[in-house]
């Protein structure tokens, strides 16, 4: 069993602005390793523990939530929905073995809670949800008759009845599915509406991010210029955001400056005769050093700064395109956060990644294996997975 130990200053915990749903705690009733945890989030968190302690199941509970969220059918999101149940989980009389997750999610609305439980075996489904507000449950679903493909739903409506049942699909999250079932004629239908958005805004501008420096060596091919979760075209992003944005493409080369060895006047991407962009460090008096050459440390560095200083227009993200870019904040989860960095490196990453979650729209939940050096920091909160 985990116990969680938030850590740093009471405006890291208190730091979502309620014109901006956000994601302010991450519940594993049991999931992996995890049974009864809660974690606290603030705008920049760092889960901490041990090898084992759950800090990537964390990461990836949060990464499944989103992807539900998206509308995305559990068999895409679970594609091993066996290794998300606890060890410990025996079957019941009909060989049934799930695993819960939820969120509290918080905004206009005002504090709302998400719960999902999820039967893994004999066959992924969902068996039950609810979306609570205060008291008030708004969104409750239920598997009624397990030989169909659907669960009983319920949701207020305050008009001629009190509330509406309907038949919902058991691989889809219902709340994602309510803004296309719920008309918002009463306000109890549109209080219902205003929680299943927010939540689902808060959940869909998520990028999973673990930069793989292998795969940022080579050159790659032009194409739409959106980051991937690997960061393997970091090359081709560089060569977009270099004349996108002159003031953050100077905010990126001052933070290589810092981290990375010798003179760096630059960071920019080269094409090739045969059309395809290598990244370079441009060191000045006509030197440049590819990337390739550059050890994974600074490679990961480098990708991670570029992360924070970009967008979701540059990442490879699906936000609410029905939602203003003001009334939304990008949440980045980078498993390995420290991975590979000295300790030049990572204080001025967690500098970096501190001054732009301070601006209130760009998010951070990190995975770290000790993080006693980010302890104190301002803004930081530190999550403690040790068993």
């Given at each position: 069993?985990?116990?969680?130990?938030?850590?740093?200053?009471?405006?890291?915990?208190?730091?979502?602005?309620?014109?901006?749903?956000s994601?302010?705690?991450?519940?594993?009733?049991?999931f992996?390793?995890?049974?009864?945890?809660?974690?606290?989030?603030?705008?920049?968190?760092?889960?901490?523990?041990?090898?084992?302690?759950?800090?990537?199941?964390?990461l990836?509970?949060?990464?499944?939530?989103?992807?539900l969220?998206?509308?995305?059918?559990?068999?895409?999101?679970?594609?091993?929905?066996?290794?998300?149940?606890?060890?410990?989980?025996?079957?019941?009389?009909?060989?049934?073995?799930g695993?819960?997750?939820?969120?509290?999610?918080?905004?206009?609305?005002?504090?709302?809670?998400?719960?999902l439980?999820?039967?893994?075996?004999?066959?992924?489904?969902?068996?039950?949800?609810?979306?609570?507000?205060?008291?008030?449950?708004?969104?409750?679903?239920?598997?009624?008759?397990?030989?169909?493909?659907?669960?009983q739903a319920?949701w207020?409506?305050?008009?001629?009845?009190?509330?509406?049942?309907?038949?919902?699909?058991?691989?889809r999250?219902?709340?994602?599915?309510?803004?296309l079932r719920?008309?918002?004629?009463?306000?109890?239908?549109?209080?219902v509406?205003?929680?299943?958005?927010?939540?689902?805004?808060?959940?869909?501008?998520?990028?999973?991010?673990?930069?793989?420096?292998?795969?940022?060596?080579?050159?790659?091919?032009?194409g739409?210029?959106?980051?991937?979760p690997?960061?393997?075209?970091?090359?081709?992003?560089?060569?977009?955001?270099?004349?996108?944005?002159?003031?953050r493409?100077a905010?990126?080369?001052?933070?290589?400056?810092?981290?990375?060895?010798?003179?760096?006047?630059?960071?920019r991407a080269?094409?090739?005769?045969?059309?395809?962009?290598?990244?370079?460090?441009?060191?000045?008096?006509?030197?440049?050093?590819?990337?390739?050459?550059?050890?994974d440390?600074?490679?990961r560095?480098?990708?991670?700064?570029?992360?924070?200083?970009?967008?979701?227009?540059?990442?490879?993200?699906?936000?609410?395109g029905?939602?203003?870019?003001?009334?939304?904040?990008?949440t980045v989860?980078?498993?390995?956060?420290?991975?590979?960095?000295?300790?030049?490196?990572?204080g001025e990453?967690?500098?970096?990644?501190a001054l732009?979650?301070?601006?209130?729209?760009?998010?951070?939940?990190?995975?770290v294996?000790?993080?006693?050096?980010?302890?104190?920091?301002?803004?930081?909160?530190?999550?403690?997975?040790?068993?």
């Amino acid at each position: 069993m985990t116990v969680p130990c938030p850590q740093g200053t009471a405006a890291a915990r208190t730091a979502s602005r309620p014109d901006r749903p956000s994601i302010t705690e991450l519940r594993l009733s049991a999931f992996a390793a995890h049974r009864g945890a809660a974690f606290p989030l603030g705008s920049l968190t760092l889960l901490t523990g041990p090898s084992g302690s759950g800090k990537s199941s964390a990461l990836r509970a949060y990464e499944a939530l989103a992807r539900l969220g998206g509308g995305a059918p559990l068999a895409e999101v679970f594609p091993d929905p066996a290794f998300c149940v606890p060890e410990q989980a025996r079957p019941d009389a009909q060989r049934r073995r799930g695993f819960r997750i939820g969120c509290t999610v918080d905004g206009p609305a005002g504090p709302v809670r998400l719960d999902l439980a999820v039967q893994a075996e004999p066959e992924l489904r969902v068996v039950g949800e609810r979306l609570t507000a205060g008291s008030r449950t708004l969104l409750e679903t239920a598997l009624r008759d397990p030989g169909r493909r659907t669960v009983q739903a319920a949701w207020h409506t305050a008009g001629s009845s009190a509330v509406t049942r309907a038949p919902l699909p058991d691989d889809r999250l219902g709340t994602a599915l309510l803004p296309l079932r719920v008309a918002g004629r009463t306000a109890e239908q549109r209080r219902v509406l205003a929680a299943a958005e927010q939540v689902v805004v808060a959940l869909r501008s998520v990028f999973a991010c673990d930069p793989v420096p292998g795969r940022m060596r080579a050159a790659v091919p032009l194409g739409e210029g959106r980051l991937l979760p690997g960061c393997d075209n970091l090359a081709e992003v560089l060569w977009r955001t270099r004349t996108e944005c002159s003031r953050r493409h100077a905010q990126l080369v001052a933070a290589v400056r810092s981290g990375c060895g010798g003179t760096v006047l630059d960071v920019r991407a080269e094409r090739a005769a045969d059309g395809s962009v290598r990244a370079v460090l441009d060191r000045g008096d006509g030197v440049r050093t590819p990337l390739g050459v550059l050890g994974d440390g600074e490679l990961r560095y480098l990708a991670l700064a570029l992360v924070l200083f970009t967008g979701p227009g540059v990442l490879d993200v699906d936000p609410a395109g029905e939602v203003p870019a003001a009334l939304q904040t990008l949440t980045v989860l980078a498993d390995g956060f420290d991975r590979g960095l000295d300790a030049r490196q990572r204080g001025e990453l967690l500098r970096v990644a501190a001054l732009m979650c301070a601006r209130g729209h760009i998010r951070l939940v990190g995975a770290v294996g000790d993080a006693s050096w980010a302890v104190g920091t301002d803004g930081v909160t530190v999550v403690d997975l040790s068993p």
